[in-house]
């Protein structure tokens, strides 16, 4: 465990599907941000949040939303999905940006769209 | 426009050898460059970093060099193990101004194997 949760581990969902990801970290780390990894491709930068208040959107489609009620949560609302959405959706945190600390990520939900 | 890159996705090693692996990035304004490791069915763990004011950094058998005048870094692990197979993620932190504030940018990974 590295202190960052997500859930649930695998997803299966179907295109007209509505369904959430879930993060939760308990480090006291002030932001969270979400990853997509594609095969053979980079980490891709998704959503950051730094003190709950969204400070990056890059450029993902609308059909994925984030909610961060709180400084420890981090949720991604997916719904009419594509089957090219299908990978694996990492959360992290850090303490601050500004610090030189690494990010701590979870293990991932491994999504797949059918 | 790939900032970071590494341009080998996998590296075969046998075991007690130095394993060598390579990130290239663009960004001059680059601060902080880590590099991290990730197991199958995991996320990536952090395993070592260097600041862009040094060259070297050693942490037991990892060593990060840094080449600023060619943008270029490497990750030495002596001697490599079987355990250490993994996808090793090279990442560079935008500098500590604006809208690149602290943020992350990561090359495609490179996997590496270790065998006996």
């Known amino acids: 465990e590295t202190g960052v949760t997500q859930t649930p581990r695998h997803l299966v969902m179907g295109m007209t599907n509505k369904k959430s990801l879930k993060c939760e970290q308990h480090?006291?780390?002030?932001?969270m941000y979400w990853y997509k990894q594609s095969a053979k491709k980079p980490l891709e930068l998704m959503f950051v949040y730094n003190f709950k208040e969204q400070t990056e959107n890059n450029s993902v489609p609308s059909r994925f939303s984030p909610e961060c009620p709180n400084s420890s949560h981090l949720f991604l609302h997916l719904h009419t999905l594509q089957p090219e959405d299908s990978a694996l959706y990492l959360c992290?945190?850090?303490?601050?940006?500004?610090?030189?600390?690494?990010?701590?990520f979870g293990s991932g939900t491994r999504l797949t769209v059918v | 426009d790939q900032q970071v890159k590494q341009n080998s996705p996998s590296l075969s090693v046998q075991e007690g050898r130095i394993s060598i692996l390579n990130c290239d990035y663009t960004?001059?304004?680059?601060?902080?460059f880590l590099w991290y490791k990730k197991y199958p069915a995991e996320g990536p763990t952090f395993l070592i970093s260097i600041s862009s004011i040094k060259d070297k950094n050693e942490d037991g058998r990892f060593t990060v060099f840094l080449n600023k005048s060619a943008k270029h870094l490497s990750l030495h692990i002596v001697p490599s193990q079987p355990g250490d197979s993994a996808v090793y993620f090279c990442?560079?932190?935008?500098?500590?101004?604006?809208?690149?504030?602290?943020?992350?940018?990561f090359g495609r990974g490179t996997q590496l194997t270790v065998w006996p």
């Open positions: 960004n001059s304004m680059f601060d902080y």
């Open positions: 480090l006291g780390h002030n932001a």
């Open positions: 990442a560079a932190r935008g500098g500590l101004r604006g809208s690149t504030l602290g943020r992350l940018y």
């Open positions: 992290a945190s850090s303490q601050d940006p500004t610090l030189n600390y690494g990010y701590t």
